[in-house]
């Protein structure tokens, strides 16, 4: 299966640790997008990527997150300092945009972050 | 900003009936895909099925059409012969086509049961 991957799938970390997740997009793929998704709630947008460039960053992206994609293939998502409200699933998706129209954009299995 | 409204948090149906989840949703721009995502428990998200605004002629993927009223920002998902798969988070998402943000706006889901 050569789809979105996520690691780890769970994590759970105690209040004021660093935590770091990684997401290998489809390969090919030129665009990987963060987003944040909390019980009840539908997916939120976080940031997206470009190759290696970060296009798009949400104001929910606070000072202690940070992301990376450096060589245009797998991309990091890091958590400074974490708080209770960062307990949440973080999705991963990626998408081949192609210079028009709606690139359809496939999501991974998520990492379910815990923080105590 | 652009909104999505899913108003019903839960539907049921049953097995080899037809159901109908609502969206609406909010936006000044006249051109736009529409899309609708299935969240199987524990499993990741997979695309249903997607509507370019400028389409006028609904879209239909097997057992699934949508309903799409422009003038009425409706984005409703018919689900035919339902099948006890079919159980899961359905969401509604928009998303700007080119010159804006590439993010995925989400609703907040329909749970669907399905009832053998």
């Known amino acids: 299966d050569t789809g979105v991957s996520q690691d780890p799938r769970h994590k759970i970390t105690k209040r004021g640790q660093n935590v770091t997740f990684r997401c290998d997009p489809i390969s090919e793929h030129n665009r990987l997008y963060w987003y944040r998704q909390t019980l009840g709630q539908g997916p939120e947008f976080l940031t997206y990527f470009q190759n290696e460039a970060q296009l798009e960053k949400s104001r929910l992206l606070s000072d202690r997150f940070s992301a990376e994609r450096p060589k245009g293939s797998f991309s990091t998502l890091e958590i400074q300092r974490t708080e209770q409200g960062d307990s949440a699933m973080y999705l991963c998706?990626?998408?081949?945009?192609?210079?028009?129209?709606?690139?359809?954009?496939?999501f991974g299995p998520g990492t379910r972050l815990t923080v105590l | 900003a652009q909104t999505v409204t899913q108003s019903q948090p839960e539907m049921s149906v049953q097995e080899a009936e037809t159901v109908t989840l609502s969206c609406t949703y909010d936006t000044s721009e006249s051109d736009y895909y529409l899309f609708w995502y299935k969240q199987p428990p524990s499993r990741q998200m997979i695309l249903v099925i997607r509507q370019e605004a400028y389409k006028q002629q609904n879209a239909t993927e097997n057992r699934f059409s949508v309903n799409f009223q422009k003038a009425a920002k409706s984005f409703s998902l018919k689900i035919s012969d339902s099948q006890l798969g079919d159980a899961a988070m359905y969401f509604c998402?928009?998303?700007?086509?080119?010159?804006?943000?590439?993010?995925?706006?989400f609703g907040k889901g329909t749970k669907l049961t399905v009832n053998p």
């Open positions: 998706a990626s998408s081949l945009f192609q210079g028009s129209g709606a690139d359809t954009q496939y």
């Open positions: 998402a928009y998303r700007r086509t080119q010159g804006g943000s590439e993010k995925l706006v």
